[in-house]
């Protein structure tokens, strides 16, 4: 298991709501970690949309659930509120919202799109677009208790935080996978964040991390 603690965490201007305003807003150039886990099947995967819900409070921190014990994928998890896009939905925004609605309650008038990061395929078959929001901390949540067991909320700056970023690695059916982890201790217990949302929560660190575009970019970036 290795450790990242010495890599800087993200500045605390850019996790503010203007601060991941503007870096949407500038795109910054970089590139992802994380794109695709080792398949578990060879079936192609399916689109699917998940929503990493920055909520605003006075530290901001990130929407999460706890997946229920039954479910037939990521069961038990903890995960980002979202699932795989239907045919009626608009694009993978639509489905997002959807979904986070069906899962947590969340009222899409609470929600303040900024933009998506790049596709994370999964090893369990899911080719996930995670879409990056603004979450107002007046929002009301009503979990669904067949797919959500607990909602909660972690610091943004815990999981923007490379000290707080464990990696993992075993060799399983002769293929060797890798994973991260973020931890976080909370009033109730140890939340073990890691696979599919931890990677994507890395992402958004590479992605806020990365320099904004010079000519556009103003002191504070």
Same mark, same amino acid.
């Given at each position: 298991?290795?450790?990242?603690?010495?890599?800087?965490?993200?500045? !605390?201007?850019?996790?503010?709501?203007? /601060?991941?305003?503007?870096?949407?807003?500038? =795109?910054? !150039?970089?590139?992802?970690?994380?794109?695709?886990?080792?398949?578990?099947?060879?079936?192609?995967?399916?689109?699917?949309?998940?929503?990493?819900?920055?909520?605003?409070? !006075? !530290?901001?921190?990130?929407?999460?659930?706890?997946?229920?014990?039954?479910?037939?994928?990521?069961?038990?998890?903890?995960?980002?509120?979202?699932?795989?896009?239907?045919?009626?939905?608009?694009?993978?925004?639509?489905?997002?919202?959807?979904?986070?609605?069906?899962?947590?309650?969340?009222?899409?008038?609470?929600?303040?799109?900024?933009?998506? =990061?790049?596709?994370?395929?999964? /090893?369990?078959?899911?080719?996930?677009?995670?879409?990056?929001?603004?979450?107002?901390?007046?929002?009301?949540?009503?979990?669904?208790?067949?797919?959500?067991?607990?909602?909660?909320?972690?610091?943004?700056?815990?999981?923007?935080?490379?000290?707080?970023?464990?990696?993992?690695?075993?060799?399983?059916?002769?293929?060797?996978?890798?994973?991260?982890?973020?931890?976080?201790?909370?009033?109730?217990?140890?939340?073990?964040?890691?696979?599919?949302?931890? /990677?994507?929560?890395?992402?958004?660190?590479?992605?806020?991390?990365?320099?904004?575009?010079?000519?556009?970019?103003?002191?504070?970036?």
């Amino acid at each position: 298991m290795g450790h990242d603690a010495h890599l800087p965490p993200v500045p !605390a201007h850019r996790l503010a709501p203007e /601060g991941l305003r503007q870096h949407f807003a500038l =795109l910054a !150039a970089w590139q992802p970690e994380l794109v695709r886990e080792p398949p578990l099947s060879v079936k192609p995967p399916v689109a699917a949309s998940v929503l990493l819900g920055v909520v605003m409070r !006075a !530290a901001p921190t990130v929407l999460l659930t706890l997946r229920t014990a039954h479910l037939s994928t990521h069961s038990g998890q903890i995960a980002l509120p979202g699932g795989r896009q239907d045919e009626e939905d608009a694009d993978e925004v639509a489905a997002a919202l959807r979904e986070s609605q069906e899962e947590v309650g969340l009222d899409p008038a609470h929600v303040e799109i900024l933009g998506s =990061l790049p596709l994370y395929v999964t /090893g369990t078959g899911f080719k996930v677009t995670p879409v990056v929001a603004l979450l107002d901390p007046s929002m009301r949540l009503s979990a669904n208790p067949h797919e959500v067991a607990q909602v909660f909320e972690v610091p943004l700056a815990h999981v923007m935080n490379p000290a707080n970023h464990y990696r993992h690695a075993m060799e399983w059916s002769g293929v060797r996978r890798e994973w991260f982890s973020m931890p976080y201790e909370d009033a109730e217990q140890t939340r073990f964040i890691w696979g599919v949302t931890a /990677g994507i929560l890395r992402n958004l660190y590479c992605f806020l991390s990365a320099d904004l575009r010079p000519a556009q970019a103003s002191t504070q970036a």
